[in-house]
């Protein structure tokens, strides 16, 4: 089994799905990002030690972090919306910051 990526290795997968502009919510957001980056359900059903799934919270601190810079928006509340500068991300990091 592959690693689940980190906070931030799921930012760029947040951004390449939220870039069709579409208002989408978290539990959307959650699926298809976790689609984008190749999920298993076997990964899908890991959880920390809270019992919170590990995916859906690491995903969580990508949004939070990229809303804070800028990257995403919210336009209500638990809604998001990608930014110019989130687009510029993508262009400038298109794999991911290494």
Do not use: C, H
Request: overall charge positive; hydrophobic content about 40%.
């Amino acid at each position: 089994m592959t690693e689940i990526p980190t906070w931030e290795g799921f930012m760029i997968p947040l951004l390449t799905v939220m870039n069709d502009g579409v208002v989408r919510g978290r539990r959307e957001l959650n699926v298809a990002t976790a689609d984008v980056v190749g999920l298993t359900e076997e990964q899908r059903k890991v959880t920390m030690s809270s019992g919170q799934f590990l995916y859906p919270n690491r995903i969580g601190w990508g949004l939070s972090y990229l809303t804070n810079v800028g990257a995403l928006e919210r336009p209500r509340r638990g809604q998001y919306q990608i930014t110019d500068a989130g687009r510029q991300l993508i262009e400038l990091f298109p794999n991911g910051a290494r």
